[in-house]
């Protein structure tokens, strides 16, 4: 149990701050402006910190106290360090309308309020709270309001925050802290990154946020002025390129939203047939298309037996040349075709039905297109009754 007396205060005081020969006690203690008492194990302050009336900086970080203790004396004080004491409410402080700077880091305090007239505060430091289990750091809007348009810098790591919506309204922060709590909403922190123009820095660093897909790139678009990102400098080229990409995607996403509004579909105003229907599909050209009628193909064997057949009736006066192979791969007979297709009785004549030059491939009979080829089959492709003719 240590409490603050005026020779601890005395004690707590820099080199460069002594105590005059001709001083008295009271005259030494008005003119401090810096009192460094950190680290003291101080549990209680008495009256006696009053008689420091100008006292600019106190550092109080590291002792055992439970309160803000009673600085209504201390109406200069512009730097406040009570950082890892044992405080469990913001209070006391309605007088110090001069502070800058207030560090109550690593506290016991669930709600975060009495700064209304901390007008000028500038730096708030509020990490790692010892809270109740389950429990996450809270905030006044009566609080937050006056400071709106001073607070600059704000620490909240470690409280486990899951929402910073309630701090939208701190339009001039530069730099916002929030490492390692529980903020996962893309959404709403696209919609507070907005209202935070002036925003340089941002530390969100063990936040499932950051597990985002592009987290650093949306971000970065997000928060228009933003310098550096979990400790990493931004240059300006990516701000650059990721707001160019940004903008284009905006203005992708007004056309299309203009074209629902004027009724029309999204395929007729780009030119793609009408109303909306898609162009008719074309038919791959076929390559080597030959007009007429095409028979289909023989297996191999039936094919040979036609061949021997015709080969047969060229012999009897037909004049055969080498088998030439045709565009289709198979071998086809490169007979000279005999001068009449008919004979003196007038039937047809049945060397010049089955065979024929590799080029001429159609032969007129009785008024029939026939297409001779390898896979010709005239048992399967020529009317019954025009076969007994031929026989």
């Given amino acids: 149990m240590v409490k603050l007396t005026i020779d601890l205060i005395a004690r707590g005081t820099s080199g460069y ?3 005059k020969r001709d001083e008295t006690m009271h005259q030494y203690l008005k003119r401090l402006t810096h009192l460094y008492l950190e680290n003291k194990q101080i549990d209680e302050v008495g009256d006696d910190l009053s008689l420091c009336r100008n006292l600019s900086v ?16 201390n109406q200069h004080l512009t730097m406040l360090y009570l950082q890892n004491n044992q405080i469990s409410r913001i209070d006391g402080l309605a007088h110090l309308n001069r502070i800058t700077k207030l560090y109550l880091g690593g506290n016991c305090i ?3 309020e009495g700064l209304e007239k901390l007008e000028k505060l500038q730096e708030l430091h509020m990490e790692n709270q010892v809270l109740p289990p389950g429990e996450k750091l809270l905030f006044d809007p009566r609080s937050l309001k006056p400071i709106s348009e001073s607070l600059s810098v704000l620490n909240v790591s470690g409280n486990n925050l899951d929402s910073i ?17 529980h903020l996962s909403d893309m959404k709403e922190l696209a919609h507070v990154l907005g209202q935070w123009y002036f925003l340089k820095r941002l530390d969100l660093m063990g936040n499932p946020v950051c597990h985002k897909a592009k987290y650093r790139d949306r971000v970065i678009v997000m928060a228009k002025q933003l310098d550096m990102l979990d400790g990493k400098q931004i240059s300006e080229t990516s701000k650059q390129f990721l707001k160019n990409w940004h903008a284009n995607k905006e203005t992708q996403k007004q056309k299309k939203s203009d074209i629902l509004k004027r009724g029309t579909s999204f395929y007729e105003d780009y030119g793609v047939g009408d109303g909306g229907d898609l162009p008719p599909v074309r038919e791959p050209a076929r390559m080597g298309t030959i007009p007429g009628y095409m028979m289909p193909g023989l297996p191999r064997k039936q094919f040979d037996e036609l061949l021997a057949r015709t080969s047969t009736l060229a012999e009897s006066g037909f004049q055969r040349a080498a088998p030439v192979k045709a565009r289709s791969g198979l071998l086809r007979s490169n007979t ?4 009449k297709m008919y004979t003196d009785s007038g039937r047809p004549n049945k060397a010049d039905i089955f065979s024929g030059s590799a080029p001429a491939r159609r032969r007129q009979l009785l008024g ?15 009317p019954p009754d025009l076969l007994d003719k031929v026989g």
């Fill in 110 to 112: 669930t709600v975060v």
């Fill in 336 to 339: 000279i075709p005999p001068k």
């Fill in 368 to 382: 029939v297109a026939i297409e001779l080829s390898g896979n010709f089959d005239p048992t399967r492709h020529i």
């Fill in 58 to 73: 106190l550092y109080l970080y590291d002792n055992q106290l439970t309160c803000i203790p009673n600085m209504n004396q």
């Fill in 17 to 19: 701050t002594k105590k």
């Fill in 165 to 181: 919506k309630d701090l939208e309204c701190l339009t001039k922060l530069t730099h916002l802290v929030a490492i390692d709590n």
